[in-house]
C-alpha cells in the first residue's frame, strides 16, 4: 500500500481509531494484522519471505542469548548468513551473475548459469537491515531477546517503517511496541501535521519534479547540458522530497499512536561538508552502516590508511545496498572518495582559513550541494556509461534549457522554493515563518488549509511509488 | 470519551468543514474560469465537447493537432472543419469527444489520427484520462471511460477542485484578461516550427502487445461512426522515424474493413521521410509539412475508393 494513495487515508484513520478503541492486550496483535495487511497489498505471496527472517532472527536471537562463547558467534553468523542469502537471493543475484557471465564471455568460457526472473519484495532492503540489527544488538548483549513472537514480528513489520524505513533500532522501538498509549492531543496534531507536510513534499514536490526530471533523463541524448544540470539539482529535490516524505508520513503516523520513530533526514542540503551531510541524510541507515560495518572495522581509531579503506568499503557497500547496479556502486564511491578528500582538505583549512569562518558557512553550503549533485547523476542514470555522457554534457554543452510545459515548470519552482524555506526556517528556527508551529492559531490553521489545498490544486496524483521502493 | 479525543474530533470535524468549504468555493471558482477560457488548449477542448457544429472534425493527440489544417481540408471537401486534436491524448479522450459530439450533432466526416504506439499498454494513457475530468459533470456518458483512470475515481471526483488539479496557471493565463498574449486557434490547429534539417531520422519502436481496452475504444469509435452514417477515415501521418513494425499489428486495417471506414497509413511516405525540413521534431510535422500533408490527404480523401458514407455501406452489408 502507497503511503499517497486513496487506500492509505482510509486505512490510517481506521487503523489508529481502532488502536485506541481496544484494551491494550490486543493492540499488538491489532497492528500486526494491519501491518500484514500493508505489506500484504503489493504482493501478498511475499509476506512468507517476511515470515521467514522473522523466524530465523527470533530464533537467532534466543539461541544467541543462552549460548556463550564459540556457539554464540555461530548463531550471529548464521542468522547473518541467513538473512543476507534472502535478500541476496531476490536482489542481487541476477546482478552477480550477469557480471560472471560477462567476465566468462571475456574469457571465451561458457556460463550455465541463467538469470531468474524475480521481482524484489517491496522493503526487503530495509526489514533485513532491522532484522540484522537486531541480532547484532542481542549478541551485543546491549538488547534483550525478545522472547514474544508476535512483539518481535510486529518490530519488523511494524507498518509505517516497513517498507521504507527508518531503519529502526530494538532499543528504541521493542518497548514502545510493549507500553500503553494513550491519546494525547498533541501528539495526534503534531503527528498530522508531519504527515500533511510529507504528503506535500511527496506529491506536489517530488512527483511534479519527477515529470521534468524524467522528460530530460529519460531523453538525455537529445538535451543540452543546461537542461541536464537542471534536471540534476531537480532530482536532487525529488529524492529527497520523495524519501523524506515518506519518513515524515512514516514517522507521523506512528506518533499519531504515541510511537516515536527516529528522525531520518534533517535538513541534508544545508550541509557544509560531505561528512556533515552523511549526518543529514538517511540517518537511520548512516548510522546502521557506522554501528555495524565502519565501527566494526576500526572505524576511525586505526592508521589513517586503515580510516580510508574503513570509509571507502562502508560506502561501497552503502552503495550496493541501494541497488544491484554498478551506478550505485560507483555513487556510493564517491561519497566516500569525497569524505577521505574532506579529511585531509579540513586538516588544510583548520591551519590557513580560519578567518574565513563564515564564508566557509555559505560556500559550504553551496559547494557540498554542488558535491553532492555531482554524485546524483550517478545515483540517477541508467549505467555509467549515461552518467559520463551526462556529466561530459553539463560541463561542455551549453545550448538552450527545455522546460517542457511552462505551468508545470513554475509549479516545480514554486515547490522547490517551499522546500527551501521551510528547510532554512527550521535549520535557523525563524519563528515567524514556522507556520505549522506559529503562536498564532489563524497562523497555523490557515498553514494546514493552504497546504491541503496546495495537494489538492497542484499535487501529482499519478505519481505513483515513491523512489526508495525499488530498494 | 477522554476530553482530549473531543477536543481533537471537534477540532478535526472542524477542519475538515473548513477544507470543504474551500474545496467548494475554489472548485466552482475553477469550473467558471476552465469554461470562460478564450485561448489555449482548454478553450479548444470546450469548444471540441460543447460548442462546435463543425461538419467534419479532426480527432487525435498533439500529432493530430499539429497535423491537420481545417482551411485546407474546407477548401477541398467544402465542409466547415475543426480540429479537435489534443496534445497527449489518445484513443480514450477521442472517444469521449465523440460520444459528446454524437450527443449533440451528427457531422459528416470524422478523421481518426492514430499514432504508432496507439494501443500500447501503459498507464500514462490512464493517467491523462484526467483532461477529461472537467467535463464529467456535464457530459454522464464518458464516465465509464473516466473511471479507467482508477477504481477510486468517484471518491475522488467528490472534490470539485480535483477535477481542476494541476490547471490553475493555465487557466489564469488564458483568461479574456490576457487572452491576447498567448495563441488563438479558432480552427483547433497549432502550428508547429522548427526543422529537422541535418538530423537523423528516429529509430523505429519495436512490436508491443496492445492494449485490449484501447482496442475496444477503438473499435467502438468505428462502430459509433458506422452507426451514424458517419463518414470515418483513420490516417496515420507522417513520423521523422524509420520504423520496421507496422502499426500495432495490422489489426486497425481490419477493423476499419469491418465497419466500412477508411484506413490511410502516411508513417513510412517517403514524400515526408526523405524531407526532413517538413518536420519539427521526430513525432511532429512542422507548419509547412502540415500544408504539405493536409493538401495530399485532401486529394487523397477525393480519389480514395470507398470513401463513401457509411450508411450506404451498412446496406450492402446487411441484404
Given at each position: 500500500?502507497?503511503?499517497n494513495?486513496f ?9 489508529t ?5 481496544l ?6 496483535l ?9 505489506y ?8 512468507l ?8 532472527d527470533?530464533?537467532?536471537g534466543?539461541l544467541?542469548h543462552?549460548?556463550?562463547?564459540r556457539?554464540?558467534?555461530?548463531f550471529?553468523l ?5 538473512t ?5 537471493v531476490f ?5 552477480f551473475?550477469?557480471?560472471f ?12 548459469v ?5 521481482i524484489l519484495?517491496?522493503g526487503l532492503?530495509f526489514h533485513?537491515?532491522q532484522?540484522?540489527?537486531y541480532?547484532?544488538e ?15 514480528s ?8 516497513l ?6 533500532r530494538?532499543q528504541?522501538l ?5 507500553e500503553?498509549?494513550s491519546?494525547e ?9 508531519l504527515i500533511?507536510?510529507?504528503?506535500f513534499?511527496k506529491?506536489?514536490v517530488?512527483d511534479r519534479?519527477?515529470v ?15 537542461s541536464l544540470?537542471?534536471a ?5 529535490f525529488?529524492?529527497?522530497?520523495d524519501?523524506s516524505g515518506?519518513?515524515?508520513?512514516a514517522?507521523g ?5 504515541g510511537i ?10 544545508l550541509?557544509r561538508s560531505i561528512?556533515?551531510?552523511w ?6 541507515l548512516?548510522t546502521?552502516?557506522r554501528d555495524y560495518?565502519?565501527i566494526?572495522?576500526?572505524?576511525n581509531?586505526v592508521s ?11 560506502f561501497?557497500?552503502s552503495?550496493?545496498?541501494h541497488g544491484?547496479n554498478?551506478?550505485f556502486v560507483a555513487w556510493?564511491g564517491?561519497n566516500?572518495?569525497?569524505?577521505v578528500s574532506?579529511?585531509?582538505?579540513n ?7 580560519v578567518?574565513l569562518?563564515?564564508l ?24 555509467i ?10 560541463f561542455?554543452s ?5 522546460t517542457?510545459p511552462?505551468?508545470?515548470f ?9 522546500v527551501i ?5 527550521e535549520?535557523?528556527r525563524?519563528e515567524s ?7 498564532s ?7 494546514y488549509a493552504a497546504?491541503v489545498?496546495?495537494i489538492?490544486l ?5 505519481g505513483?511509488?515513491?523512489i526508495?521502493?525499488?530498494? | 470519551?477522554s476530553r ?15 477544507i470543504?468549504?474551500?474545496d ?5 471558482l475553477?469550473?467558471h474560469l476552465?469554461?470562460?477560457q ?9 469548444h471540441?465537447?460543447n460548442?462546435t457544429?463543425?461538419k467534419?472534425?479532426?480527432f ?5 493537432n499539429h497535423?491537420?489544417i481545417?482551411?485546407i481540408?474546407?477548401d477541398s471537401?467544402e465542409l466547415s472543419c475543426f480540429?479537435a486534436g489534443r496534445?497527449g491524448?489518445g ?6 469527444l465523440?460520444?459528446a459530439i454524437l450527443?449533440r ?7 481518426l489520427d492514430l499514432n504508432l504506439?496507439e494501443f500500447?499498454?501503459?498507464?500514462e494513457s490512464?493517467?491523462?484520462?484526467s ?5 464529467l ?8 471511460i473516466?473511471r479507467l ?5 468517484n471518491i475522488r ?6 477535477p481542476?488539479?494541476g490547471t490553475?496557471l493555465?487557466l489564469?493565463?488564458?483568461l479574456?484578461?490576457f487572452a491576447g498574449k498567448?495563441?488563438?486557434?479558432p ?8 526543422s529537422?534539417?541535418?538530423r537523423?531520422?528516429g529509430?523505429?519502436i519495436?512490436g508491443?502487445p496492445?492494449d485490449?481496452v484501447?482496442v475496444?475504444?477503438f473499435?467502438?469509435f468505428l462502430?459509433?461512426a458506422?452507426?451514424n452514417g458517419?463518414r ?5 501521418s507522417p513520423?521523422?522515424?524509420d520504423?520496421q ?5 495490422g489489426?486497425?486495417?481490419e477493423?476499419?474493413?469491418k465497419?466500412?471506414a ?7 511516405e517517403k514524400?515526408f521521410l526523405?524531407?526532413?525540413?517538413l518536420?519539427a ?9 502540415a ?7 485532401a486529394m487523397?480523401?477525393k480519389?480514395?475508393?470507398?470513401m463513401e458514407?457509411n450508411?450506404?455501406l451498412?446496406d450492402?452489408?446487411?441484404?
Amino acid at each position: 500500500m502507497l503511503f499517497n494513495s486513496f487506500a492509505f487515508l482510509v486505512f490510517f484513520p481506521a487503523v489508529t481509531l481502532l488502536y485506541f478503541v481496544l484494551p491494550h492486550r490486543w493492540r499488538w496483535l491489532h497492528l500486526l494484522a494491519a501491518s500484514c495487511f500493508f505489506y500484504m497489498y503489493f504482493i501478498p505471496v511475499y509476506i512468507l519471505i517476511l515470515l521467514v527472517t522473522i523466524v530465523i532472527d527470533y530464533s537467532a536471537g534466543l539461541l544467541i542469548h543462552q549460548s556463550t562463547g564459540r556457539k554464540k558467534s555461530l548463531f550471529l553468523l548464521i542468522s547473518i548468513i541467513s538473512t543476507c542469502l534472502v535478500l541476496f537471493v531476490f536482489k542481487y543475484f541476477n546482478f552477480f551473475n550477469a557480471n560472471f557471465e560477462a567476465i566468462a564471455s571475456f574469457f571465451g568460457l561458457d556460463y550455465p548459469v541463467k538469470l531468474v526472473n524475480i521481482i524484489l519484495p517491496v522493503g526487503l532492503s530495509f526489514h533485513t537491515f532491522q532484522s540484522l540489527s537486531y541480532v547484532v544488538e542481542v549478541y551485543r548483549g546491549k538488547q534483550l531477546p525478545e522472547r514474544h513472537f508476535g512483539y518481535y514480528s510486529l518490530y519488523v513489520m511494524f507498518y509505517p517503517q516497513l517498507v521504507a524505513g527508518p531503519i529502526e533500532r530494538p532499543q528504541n522501538l521493542l518497548h514502545q511496541l510493549r507500553e500503553k498509549h494513550s491519546f494525547e492531543y498533541a501528539r495526534a496534531v503534531s503527528g498530522l501535521k508531519l504527515i500533511l507536510w510529507g504528503m506535500f513534499k511527496k506529491v506536489v514536490v517530488a512527483d511534479r519534479l519527477a515529470v521534468y526530471v524524467n522528460a530530460v533523463y529519460n531523453n538525455q541524448a537529445e538535451h543540452s547540458g543546461a537542461s541536464l544540470a537542471l534536471a540534476t539539482v531537480f532530482f536532487a529535490f525529488q529524492i529527497y522530497c520523495d524519501f523524506s516524505g515518506y519518513s515524515d508520513i512514516a514517522i507521523g503516523s506512528a506518533r499519531v499512536m504515541g510511537i516515536d520513530l527516529m528522525t531520518n533526514f534533517r535538513w541534508p542540503y544545508l550541509s557544509r561538508s560531505i561528512a556533515e551531510f552523511w549526518k543529514r541524510w538517511h540517518i537511520s541507515l548512516s548510522t546502521w552502516f557506522r554501528d555495524y560495518v565502519y565501527i566494526p572495522l576500526g572505524g576511525n581509531r586505526v592508521s589513517n590508511a586503515r580510516l580510508y579503506f574503513n570509509l571507502m568499503i562502508t560506502f561501497l557497500i552503502s552503495g550496493l545496498w541501494h541497488g544491484a547496479n554498478w551506478t550505485f556502486v560507483a555513487w556510493g564511491g564517491i561519497n566516500g572518495a569525497y569524505l577521505v578528500s574532506g579529511i585531509w582538505i579540513n586538516k588544510l583549512l583548520s591551519k590557513t582559513l580560519v578567518s574565513l569562518k563564515t564564508l566557509q558557512g555559505i560556500a559550504g553550503i553551496a559547494v557540498c550541494f554542488v558535491l553532492v549533485c555531482l554524485t546524483w547523476v550517478y545515483f540517477r542514470a541508467s549505467s555509467i556509461g549515461e552518467a559520463h555522457e551526462i556529466l561530459g554534457k553539463i560541463f561542455t554543452s551549453h545550448n538552450s534549457l527545455f522546460t517542457g510545459p511552462v505551468s508545470g515548470f513554475i509549479y516545480s519552482l514554486a515547490g522547490l522554493s517551499v522546500v527551501i524555506l521551510h528547510d532554512i526556517t527550521e535549520e535557523y528556527r525563524i519563528e515567524s515563518l514556522r507556520f505549522f508551529s506559529h503562536g498564532s492559531s489563524w497562523v497555523r490553521r490557515t498553514a494546514y488549509a493552504a497546504t491541503v489545498m496546495a495537494i489538492m490544486l497542484f499535487g501529482v496524483f499519478d505519481g505513483g511509488q515513491f523512489i526508495y521502493f525499488q530498494f | 470519551m477522554s476530553r482530549d479525543v473531543k477536543r481533537f474530533f471537534i477540532k478535526l470535524g472542524g477542519f475538515l468543514l473548513l477544507i470543504a468549504v474551500l474545496d467548494l468555493a475554489l472548485g466552482n471558482l475553477m469550473r467558471h474560469l476552465y469554461f470562460r477560457q478564450v485561448s489555449g488548449v482548454f478553450y479548444q477542448s470546450n469548444h471540441a465537447f460543447n460548442e462546435t457544429r463543425a461538419k467534419a472534425l479532426i480527432f487525435g493527440s498533439s500529432r493530430a493537432n499539429h497535423h491537420y489544417i481545417p482551411g485546407i481540408l474546407e477548401d477541398s471537401l467544402e465542409l466547415s472543419c475543426f480540429n479537435a486534436g489534443r496534445d497527449g491524448q489518445g484513443i480514450f479522450y477521442s472517444l469521449a469527444l465523440q460520444r459528446a459530439i454524437l450527443g449533440r450533432y451528427k457531422p459528416e466526416l470524422m478523421i481518426l489520427d492514430l499514432n504508432l504506439n496507439e494501443f500500447l499498454e501503459d498507464s500514462e494513457s490512464y493517467d491523462r484520462l484526467s483532461a477529461l475530468l472537467p467535463y464529467l459533470k456535464n457530459h454522464p456518458e464518458i464516465k465509464d471511460i473516466v473511471r479507467l483512470k482508477s477504481r477510486t475515481e468517484n471518491i475522488r471526483m467528490i472534490s470539485q477542485v480535483y477535477p481542476f488539479n494541476g490547471t490553475l496557471l493555465t487557466l489564469v493565463a488564458n483568461l479574456p484578461l490576457f487572452a491576447g498574449k498567448t495563441k488563438k486557434a479558432p480552427d483547433g490547429y497549432l502550428p508547429l516550427y522548427g526543422s529537422m534539417e541535418g538530423r537523423n531520422p528516429g529509430t523505429g519502436i519495436t512490436g508491443h502487445p496492445a492494449d485490449p481496452v484501447k482496442v475496444k475504444c477503438f473499435e467502438e469509435f468505428l462502430e459509433n461512426a458506422a452507426e451514424n452514417g458517419i463518414r470515418l477515415v483513420v490516417a496515420v501521418s507522417p513520423y521523422y522515424a524509420d520504423f520496421q513494425d507496422p502499426l500495432t499489428h495490422g489489426f486497425p486495417e481490419e477493423l476499419c474493413l469491418k465497419y466500412g471506414a477508411v484506413f490511410l497509413d502516411y508513417s513510412r511516405e517517403k514524400e515526408f521521410l526523405d524531407h526532413p525540413g517538413l518536420f519539427a521534431d521526430v513525432f511532429h510535422l512542422n507548419d509547412a509539412g502540415a500544408n504539405r500533408f493536409t493538401e495530399k490527404l485532401a486529394m487523397d480523401l477525393k480519389n480514395v475508393p470507398g470513401m463513401e458514407k457509411n450508411d450506404q455501406l451498412a446496406d450492402k452489408r446487411d441484404p
